[in-house]
């Protein structure tokens, strides 16, 4: 790339810089990126960068391929109920040794391009208050999944320090209930009520597909929540993408700026969809207030 188009990207992304300056977002950073060395490597390197120019990052990982292949070397069978892991004690040791370990390596990735990472644990001042998950009273294919928690609260004190004295918190899905028991949370759901506690600007759900698909098929760049809700009724958005639009749905209704569900196999997908004008996946924004891109304009050209 020759030093004109170079400059003409870093001038677009000025005004981004300025916008999001001291804002909080909050990253879901999981799929086939996390199971990639370069890929992981760059995502590292970007959350450093946005915290470097101001931004204030959090991080919250999945790892349901390592836990995948830690079960298969230990010989113990992956057992599923509508998506949701069925989780054993063996099976929750396993899901935090997995954790553990992507969440020590993520820290040293940040650290090595100039961040500040501190990993977490929901465990570590019990920050995720957590309850075992059950399905609703009456449901006749009701299955005892186990050590699998719903969300009962979040305390932000550990965070807002950490964020206060310009840390990079990298969370791992582990919450504890009242009594000390450890529960798996899946990392979409967590994303989600952290960035609803916090009122974060931006909640950004990393996947292994572009965004969400509309009718045709088409990639939808721009969502608004009662469209997002019409394709959840009809069943367009199907698979794991499903709980992610979901969990978009209640952040952007409950104070989150936008949500936006993107490719983690784009490298530097981060960085391209907030700091540039095109993006590169799916913003999903509330019904309320101007039109998404007018609002954006404005937002972003304001003294």
Do not use: C
Request: no cysteine; aromatic share 4%.
């Amino acid at each position: 790339m020759s030093a004109n188009p170079k400059a003409r990207i870093l001038a677009e992304a000025l005004p981004y810089i300025r916008a999001y300056h001291g804002k909080t977002l909050v990253i879901r950073f999981g799929g086939h990126a996390m199971a990639d060395d370069v890929l992981k490597a760059g995502f590292a390197r970007d959350v450093a960068l946005l915290r470097l120019v101001g931004m204030k990052p959090i991080v919250v990982h999945g790892g349901g391929w390592r836990i995948d292949e830690l079960l298969r070397r230990t010989g113990k069978e992956s057992r599923r109920h509508r998506g949701v892991r069925i989780t054993d004690e063996g099976t929750l040791t396993i899901i935090e040794m997995a954790l553990g370990e992507l969440n020590q390596e993520l820290v040293g990735l940040i650290n090595r391009h100039g961040g500040r990472a501190v990993g977490l644990n929901g465990q570590d001042g019990r920050f995720i208050h957590a309850r075992r998950m059950a399905f609703p009273a009456g449901d006749p294919d009701a299955t005892e999944l186990g050590f699998v928690g719903d969300i009962e609260g979040i305390d932000l004190d550990i965070i807002e320090l950490l964020l206060s004295r310009n840390f990079i918190p990298v969370i791992m899905p582990i919450g504890v209930g009242v009594d000390g028991t450890a529960y798996h949370i899946n990392s979409d759901l967590l994303a989600g009520r952290l960035a609803r506690a916090l009122e974060a600007e931006k909640l950004i759900l990393m996947t292994n597909e572009p965004g969400v698909r509309d009718r045709a098929g088409n990639l939808s760049y721009i969502l608004a929540a009662g469209d997002a809700e019409a394709l959840l009724r009809d069943g367009v958005v199907e698979g794991g993408m499903r709980p992610r639009v979901m969990a978009a749905l209640e952040a952007v209704r409950q104070g989150v700026r936008s949500v936006h569900i993107i490719d983690g196999g784009v490298p530097s997908a981060l960085l391209l969809e907030i700091l540039t004008a095109e993006g590169v996946g799916t913003a999903l924004r509330s019904d309320s207030g101007p039109p998404f891109l007018e609002a954006s304009r404005d937002y972003l050209l304001a003294p």
